[in-house]
């Protein structure tokens, strides 16, 4: 990395924004819903995106490697550049011109938070480029403007297993400690499905059983995560949303079925089709012809930001 003094910037109040040299970022995968906490759990999964923004110039050049690479868009509607712009708005600074590169692991449109990935990283990005501390909080208030829901961008945020909801158009959180030894292992189709298909098959209103026998499981949940995994196959059971998902994803819905006849707590992540097993015992199954299998941690900290401006890092971790 170079070295030198940070230029000032005129931020859009006419300010001065001290804005500093390159700027790398990595943020997690995360796995939502788990079952009966749709729309509110979360879980960082150790899989990793990585970002590298350097300050410089009047425009923006993108460079996409690995998921997403010959897809995505290079220029301002990209993403991870629009999430950067919004966080760089929000702190009241304005950097015209950056390189941005992305190395990309998290498949796309599988249900594993890469566009939650693409927002919070951008996000955590403009911290670093401004010198300022991260406000994980203000990233997920942030990431669920963009993403319009904050159970992934929470857990991508803060890292762990999180609980998100929202109060009013503001995105909340808290984060808590996953059980020790507690590890997953997504099972990832070559098939991708969209959120907004997923969501689409989902009925206006369920019978007050289910949803009552939703809300037990996902109190049981909470507990199965942090500190009874002994739980989790009772805790993971779900009657809100994944059956009804299954003209979208019958592949995922039946290796669900599958596992689970053999004892395991097996879950679609997200809106799917990638189906995750909460695991603390290992030795699970090969993944289907067809499919990809990758054994995961649990992430423990969330997205994390180096920054020459800070001159120390990981700025935002945690210890």
């Not at 955590?124 to 010198?131: D, K, N, Q, R, S």
């Not at 300022?132 to 803060?158: Q, S």
């Not at 199965?224 to 994803?249: G, V, W």
């Amino acid at each position: 990395m170079s070295s030198g003094t940070p230029d000032a910037v005129p931020s859009a109040d006419g300010a001065a924004a001290s804005v500093g040299g390159v700027v790398r970022v990595r943020v997690p995968a995360t796995s939502a819903n788990l079952g009966p906490g749709f729309d509110a759990f979360g879980l960082a999964l150790s899989l990793y995106d990585e970002l590298t923004v350097t300050p410089g110039g009047s425009g923006v050049t993108v460079d996409v490697v690995g998921p997403g690479a010959g897809e995505v868009a290079l220029d301002e509607s990209h993403l991870v550049v629009r999430s950067i712009r919004a966080g760089l708005e929000s702190l009241g600074a304005v950097v015209p011109g950056f390189s941005l590169r992305c190395e990309n692991r998290i498949p796309h449109g599988r249900g594993l938070g890469s566009s939650s990935a693409a927002i919070v990283g951008g996000i955590a990005a403009a911290y670093g480029l401004t010198g300022t501390p991260l406000d994980r909080d203000r990233v997920v208030e942030l990431a669920n403007e963009i993403e319009g829901h904050p159970d992934n961008v929470a857990a991508a945020a803060l890292g762990g297993f999180t609980i998100a909801w929202t109060e009013g158009d503001k995105g909340r959180a808290v984060r808590l400690e996953p059980a020790g030894g507690l590890a997953a292992v997504a099972y990832v189709p070559v098939t991708r499905v969209l959120t907004k298909e997923a969501r689409g098959l989902l009925p206006a209103a369920v019978p007050h059983a289910d949803a009552a026998a939703n809300a037990g499981r996902a109190a049981l949940l909470v507990a199965a995560l942090t500190s009874r995994p002994e739980l989790l196959m009772t805790a993971t059971e779900d009657r809100l949303h994944q059956e009804f998902r299954e003209p979208a994803m019958p592949e995922s819905l039946a290796l669900v079925h599958k596992l689970r006849g053999s004892g395991l707590p097996a879950v679609v992540s997200g809106a799917g089709p990638t189906v995750l097993v909460l695991d603390v015992a290992g030795g699970l199954p090969a993944a289907p012809d067809g499919w990809e299998r990758y054994e995961l941690g649990i992430d423990p900290v969330g997205v994390q930001v180096w920054s020459e401006q800070t001159e120390r890092g990981p700025a935002g971790g945690r210890e």
